[in-house]
């Protein structure tokens, strides 16, 4: 039986390459206590025009939709196709679809449209507004050029609230709308219907 020189050669290669690197050993492990870094992001203002909806001129509207208030309040393009159908908003000459619609920081928008239709939105189902035109939209949100429509749910009370708009109109149209705000220190609801 003979050995050959390259099974010699294989065998001792293999040996060496098996080996542990004496470099690579973890002699210790450092374990670090968790660290969170908690930051707010730095408010700046943009050079370009941002408008808050008035409360009051909200309230009066309560009862309205979205596209009602930015219609009659703001200078917002609002496309409607007649109660029950849809609305849109345009900014600036722009596209429906390059107008964002943000509730608490989460975009409403379509995601196969682009779109929101405002008739949709019920006036109750926000405490405020802010209205970001041009630029001024892409510092929270892409894909907003012509403008963003925020609204924001107001932070929970502790005060227990119940508040219940009914309206009526001529050809048989009428709409509900119903607000509980109920909550303890560990438990907290905002609920609009």
């Known amino acids: 039986m003979t050995i050959s020189l390259k099974y010699i050669t294989c065998t001792f290669l293999f040996w060496i390459l098996v080996q542990e690197v004496g470099a690579q050993m973890i002699f210790d492990t450092l374990y670090l206590d968790e660290t969170e ?33 930015l219609s009659a309040h703001t200078p917002v393009f609002v496309k409607d196709y007649g109660k029950g159908s849809l609305a849109t908003a345009s900014f600036r000459g722009t596209a429906a679809s390059h107008t964002k619609v943000l509730w608490n920081d989460i975009e409403i928008n379509s995601p196969m449209l682009g779109q929101v239709d405002l008739s949709l939105v019920p006036n109750n189902f926000y405490s ?6 041009g630029g ?16 924001f749910s107001g932070k929970h009370r502790s005060d227990e609230k119940l508040s219940f708009i009914q309206t009526f109109g001529s050809y048989k149209t009428f709409s509900s709308s119903l607000n509980m705000n ?6 907290k609801s905002l609920t609009s219907a």
Do not use: Q, W
């Not at 405020?128 to 035109?133: E, G, M, Q, T």
């Not at 109920?182 to 438990?187: D, E, N, P």
């Open 37 to 69: 870094i908690i930051s707010r992001k730095y408010e700046r203002n943009a050079p370009t025009k941002t408008e808050e909806i008035d409360t009051l001129v909200k309230s009066e509207l309560n009862h309205l939709s979205l596209a009602d208030l």
């Open 182 to 187: 109920l909550g303890s220190r560990k438990f």
């Open 128 to 133: 405020h507004a802010i209205l970001n035109y």
């Open 136 to 151: 001024s939209s892409l510092e929270n949100t892409s894909g907003a050029l012509g403008g963003a429509i925020n609204l």
